[in-house]
């Protein structure tokens, strides 16, 4: 089995910043994909920025300029430092990996979700 754990959310002004991190653990080959989604109240679940294993990124665009994706392939974990945060931020993020198991086939792992409100 495969656990995702986020952490880092919390309050901040506009115009502050954050960095959430996300540690993979559990039977893992390798980690394709991985990425960092939210849900603002009354919206569905959108993309944030996703960064391959080589190190491609996208965002949306919404947050190109102010955030940065990152991740460390041999410690399973990726970040998001979140910089010029503005209210419409505000939402639960999510962490998203297509992971590689030892056994059994290849699929997206989510983790619990760590809530980020910004305020104006």
């Known amino acids: 089995q495969v656990q995702l754990v986020e952490s880092g959310g919390g309050l901040v002004q506009a115009g502050g910043s954050l960095r959430l991190s996300c540690a993979a653990s559990?039977?893992?080959?390798?980690?394709?994909?991985m990425g960092w989604y939210r849900q603002a109240p009354r919206k569905q679940r959108e993309l944030v920025a996703t960064?391959?294993?080589?190190?491609?990124?996208t965002y949306a665009d919404s947050v190109k300029g102010r955030f940065t994706i990152s991740r460390d392939n041999a410690m399973n974990t990726v970040r998001l430092q979140m910089n010029s945060l503005k209210p419409e931020d505000t939402g639960v993020y999510y962490c998203?990996?297509?992971?590689?198991?030892?056994?059994?086939?290849?699929?997206?792992?989510w983790g619990q979700g760590t809530q980020v409100t910004v305020s104006s």
């Open positions: 998203n990996a297509l992971v590689v198991p030892y056994l059994g086939p290849t699929r997206d792992y």
């Open positions: 559990g039977s893992i080959l390798r980690i394709n994909n």
């Open positions: 960064i391959t294993s080589g190190g491609s990124t």
